[in-house]
């Protein structure tokens, strides 16, 4: 009986490599990757964005805005004032710039012309000539005479009153064109004023919303900080030095320890029969 020792399984060679980051550097890197998964999982809270109110200067010109009609009370008396001036001058107004003392200067005037025509009809007594046709000429064209420079003083009275009048209508008109042109340039003067409330209150408002904007901007920059300060952690473990560590481990073809042993076994029972005595049977 003979015993075969059985061939061992080829086993393939094998080699594995393990590369990695330096243990100090490899360590830091882990940290700041925890560092950063912190931060990540905190919630943000972003500022809401603000818009500025219309300011103080920009309401008080709204409100001017909203008040229609201005300078149109001055216009409606320019208005008046040209209708009153352009109706007719009439005794009326003429009365009103007639001498007070007109009706002094006419009796003046009759009483000289009564004492011309006393001294008239005492010259005719003296002469005998008292009643005569030449005294009742002279008496006449005395009479005359003083009709006529009564007449003339009242008219030239009444000229001087109706040239008052008229001057006073020219005045009315030229004054309520005036008034009219007055209450235009008031229109345009709070226009004006409006426009320079706008101008200034847009300003302020600008101004106002600036801040408003610098105010977010400076949050924003705060709840971002950390990122910041990982990201310059990150860029600068990235830019830091690249030293690596490897461990090798190899595998080599052996004989499977089952194999083995069962070989030892044989080998020995074959040494064991070869040194019985001749004869013998296992």
């Known amino acids: 009986m003979s015993f075969f020792s059985p061939k061992p399984a080829a086993t ?10 330096a243990p100090g550097i490899e360590e830091r890197k882990i940290e700041l990757m925890d560092i950063a998964r912190g931060i990540a999982q905190k919630e943000i809270d972003l500022p809401d964005i603000q818009v500025s109110p219309l300011s103080a200067l920009e309401q008080q010109g709204i409100t001017a805005a909203g008040q229609t009609g201005v300078g149109a009370g001055t216009v409606g008396q320019g208005i008046q004032q040209i209708l009153g001036a352009a109706a007719p001058v009439g ?10 003392y007109q009706q ?6 009759a009483r000289q012309g009564q004492m011309m025509q006393n001294q008239l009809g005492a010259q005719a007594v003296g ?11 002279q008496q006449a064209e005395l009479q005359g005479r003083t009709l006529s ?31 009219g042109q007055m209450g235009g340039l008031q229109q345009q003067m ?24 610098a105010q977010r901007q400076n949050q924003l920059q705060q709840a971002y900080e950390p990122y910041q300060r990982a990201e310059f952690l990150a860029n600068l473990y990235a830019a830091g030095p690249k ?5 090798t481990m190899g595998t080599a073809p052996s004989t499977s320890p089952m194999a083995q042993a069962l070989g030892t076994g044989i080998g020995a029972y074959a040494a064991f029969s070869g040194a019985k005595p001749a004869g013998t049977t296992v």
């Not at 393939?12 to 393990?18: D, K």
């Not at 002094?104 to 005037?109: A, P, Q």
């Not at 002469?127 to 000429?137: D, I, K, L, M, N």
């Not at 030293?243 to 461990?247: A, F, P």
Request: aromatic share 6%; net charge negative; no cysteine.
């Open 127 to 137: 002469a005998g000539a008292f009643g005569g046709g030449r005294e009742g000429v």
């Open 190 to 213: 709070a226009q004006g004023d409006i426009n320079q409330l706008m101008a200034a209150g847009g300003l302020q408002r600008q101004l106002a919303q600036q801040a408003l904007d």
């Open 149 to 179: 420079n009564i007449g003339q003083s009242l008219a030239s009275g009444f000229q001087t009153a109706l040239g008052a009048a008229q001057r006073q209508q020219q005045v009315g008109l030229a004054a309520g064109q005036q008034l």
């Open 104 to 109: 002094y200067v006419t009796n003046e005037i």
């Open 91 to 100: 005794q009326q107004q003429i009365s009103q710039y007639l001498n007070p």
């Open 12 to 21: 393939p060679s094998t080699q594995t490599s393990f590369v990695r980051e």
């Open 243 to 247: 030293t690596q560590s490897g461990i």
